[in-house]
């Protein structure tokens, strides 16, 4: 069975950088054709999709976060992991890891539970 589980920080200083690590299990993040996205929800609004890193090792990122946002990935213990440079109160949003067959929305269909991080000093 395929499960995401989100690790990290609920509480974030702004201007400091938050990670987050997504560990998987019941499937290799190496297995072909999948990609591992993120996507946050802030209060009220909508879903953001912030990125992605596939199968093969690329990473694709929102063009609005490209400049604050890094995903890397380590193998070895099946995991990849969100880093978001310089956040600000804005970026306080649950934030979520899944699987899908590509870069973004499309076909996302295991997700994990979701993690609130809030950004305050």
């Known amino acids: 069975q395929v499960q995401l589980q989100e690790s990290g920080p609920g509480l974030v200083r702004p201007s400091q950088t938050l990670s987050l690590t997504c560990i998987v299990s019941?499937?290799?993040?190496?297995?072909?054709?999948?990609?591992w996205n993120w996507i946050r929800q802030p209060p009220g609004k909508g879903l953001e999709w912030m990125g992605a890193i596939a199968y093969g090792g690329s990473t694709y990122y929102s063009p609005s976060l490209k400049s604050r946002t890094s995903i890397s990935r380590d193998t070895s213990r099946n995991q990849f992991t969100l880093q978001l440079r310089s956040v600000t109160p804005e970026d306080t949003a649950v934030y979520y890891c899944?699987?899908?067959?590509?870069?973004?929305?499309?076909?996302?269909?295991?997700w994990g539970q979701g993690t609130q991080v809030t950004v305050s000093s």
């Open positions: 019941g499937v290799s993040i190496t297995t072909n054709n999948y990609y």
């Open positions: 899944c699987r899908g067959e590509g870069a973004g929305y499309y076909g996302l269909d295991y």
